[in-house]
């Protein structure tokens, strides 16, 4: 069952992304963030017995996330003062992501805040804060949905990305052995874009669906594997379906981001 709910989740979300690039960039934001709180809501670490050990993330890891949505739906607030600020980031304000490192950055400083906080006297210091920063930095990378909603390949790529994840995560459900299970994944991500780059009235080409469906079945799948092995132990909804369902979404959001900048390119 917790397979099952965290992939309706990743079907549900990917939807939800689907629909929203083509109505407006700034609702694939909003689907963006409900994938970041999921993140953000990710079990507490363990260490290296399997024990809980305290973890203050939430903050740091939505913090983290946040800085990168804003980013990528506006660049020009990485516009500094006139005269400053190189001509690069008005000449691609299109499908961009360069919030990554200003969100990662972000992580680290809400982290080392939150650990300055603790009054436990911080055991696993550094173990809490690397998860911390690790959490916001899958958060970021969720951004690269919204990133594809304003590349070259606009929602025609965002629903070839969904539809590739969608049927990985489908044949991922099949109780057969794992490593074969992940091959027909690929394989029916592969199949699943190109059938929605035929079925679209776009410059999209097959070749681009089987590359970019593919490649989002295959991470979509290793978001699912990441986040239930991440969750192990752990009893609660976020880690149960929540956490895997949104990690899927993650993994696969950088690859949609590099398929909507590659559209037009030779052979694709």
Do not use: K, N
């Not at 809501?41 to 290296?48: G, K, T, W």
């Not at 906080?117 to 916001?136: E, H, I, K, N, W």
């Not at 929605?196 to 776009?202: M, N, R």
Request: glycine share 14%; charged share 5%; proline share 4%.
């Amino acid at each position: 069952m917790p397979r099952l709910g965290s992939t309706m989740l990743s079907l549900a979300l990917a939807g939800a992304i689907t629909l929203a690039a083509y109505a407006d960039p700034v609702f694939v934001g909003a689907a963006v963030v409900l994938v970041q709180v999921l993140i953000a809501l990710a079990p507490s670490a363990v260490d290296a017995t399997g024990h809980s050990i305290r973890s203050p993330h939430f903050v740091a890891a939505l913090s983290g996330g946040l800085v990168a949505t804003a980013i990528t739906l506006a660049p020009d607030l990485l516009s500094g003062a006139t005269g400053t600020s190189p001509d690069v980031v008005g000449a691609t304000d299109s499908g961009m992501l360069a919030g990554i490192l200003p969100a990662i950055a972000v992580s680290v400083f809400v982290a080392l805040i939150a650990q300055m906080l603790r009054t436990d006297g911080r055991p696993d210091l550094v173990l809490s804060t690397a998860y911390a920063v690790t959490l916001g930095a899958f958060a970021a990378l969720s951004a690269g949905w919204i990133g594809a909603a304003q590349s070259l390949g606009d929602a025609e790529a965002v629903a070839v990305g969904a539809a590739g994840l969608a049927a990985g995560l489908l044949v991922w459900l099949i109780p057969v052995d794992r490593f074969v299970c992940a091959i027909f994944a690929v394989v029916a991500g592969a199949g699943a874009g190109a059938a929605v780059t035929l079925a679209l009235d776009s410059t999209l080409t097959w070749a681009f669906g089987i590359t970019v469906g593919s490649a989002t079945a295959l991470f979509g799948v290793l978001g699912q594997v990441l986040g239930r092995a991440w969750s192990r132990g752990h009893t609660h909804a976020a880690a149960g379906w929540g956490f895997p369902g949104a990690m899927s979404i993650a993994l696969a959001a950088p690859l949609v981001y590099v398929g909507g900048q590659l559209v037009g390119a030779p052979g694709l």
